[in-house]
């Protein structure tokens, strides 16, 4: 079945500076890529994601990057701000098996002011 | 975007008991649900997925007898720990999928704290 891999686990940044966090996956027939954000005692919400007919995609400060050939994306967060900090985790889905995620082990950003 | 609510957010109860958390999807109609776990500073966990007015599936190593699923309504998912143990205790997290949701969009609700003492 489908793993995915998520590094960093753990990310401290300035506010202003960029963040970068990368997964890969092992299923080539994977065709979802969300991102999410969760922080601390509530759910995790969707804050971007990406197709399998995508390269990349952009929300504001957030960007997604895919290497389908590679199976690896990245979350790209610019001008950080101290609310940026919180849990983010990848996930990886396949639609021809029942749409389950496959959570990456999550990176703690915090972002210092 | 669409909106998943739990009920409880906390609960705490004894050792033995069984409790319920309900999953709704409060805009939409989810064909599919699923239900995750998440222990402190760790992933999620898928558990199950349910799918309306079929039985749910269980992911390898889940106890089906012990995390009773019901997917009665397009709506409505519910979660039934039976025999709580210390173990069991955990973040459960609930989301949803509309029959219109594009590729896999999941919706996530905001979780239930059970803590079982």
């Known amino acids: 079945g489908e793993n995915v891999e998520q590094h960093p686990s753990t990310l401290s940044v300035q506010e202003g500076d960029s963040a970068v966090i990368k997964c890969t996956y092992s299923?080539?027939?994977?065709?979802?890529f969300p991102w999410y954000k969760q922080e601390l005692g509530k759910g995790p919400q969707l804050i971007i994601d990406?197709?399998?007919?995508?390269g990349e995609k952009k929300d504001q400060r957030i960007a997604v990057t895919l290497n389908k050939t590679a199976k690896h994306f990245s979350l790209h967060i610019t001008e950080t701000q101290p609310e940026d900090s919180a849990v983010y985790f990848c996930?990886?889905?396949?639609?021809?098996?029942?749409?389950?995620?496959?959570f990456g082990q999550g990176t703690e950003l915090s972002v210092k002011p | 975007g669409a909106v998943v609510s739990q009920h409880p957010s906390r609960v705490i109860c004894k050792s033995g008991t069984s409790v319920k958390i309900e999953c709704r999807s409060l805009?939409?109609?989810?064909?599919?649900m699923f239900w995750y776990r998440q222990f402190p500073k760790q992933s999620l966990m898928l558990m199950a997925t349910?799918?309306?007015?079929?039985?749910?599936?269980?992911e390898q190593g889940v106890e089906k007898d012990k995390f009773l699923i019901n997917h009665a309504s397009l709506t409505l998912s519910t979660l039934t720990v039976t025999s709580a143990h210390p173990e069991d205790s955990s973040f459960y997290i609930c989301?949803?999928?509309?029959?219109?949701?594009?590729?896999?969009?999941?919706?996530f609700g905001p979780g239930t704290r059970l803590t079982v003492l």
């Open positions: 990406i197709r399998s007919n995508v």
């Open positions: 989301s949803a999928r509309g029959p219109t949701s594009s590729y896999n969009e999941q919706f």
């Open positions: 996930a990886a889905s396949t639609y021809n098996q029942g749409g389950k995620l496959i």
């Open positions: 805009d939409f109609q989810a064909t599919t």
């Open positions: 349910s799918n309306e007015g079929s039985k749910a599936t269980y």
């Open positions: 299923d080539s027939a994977s065709n979802y």
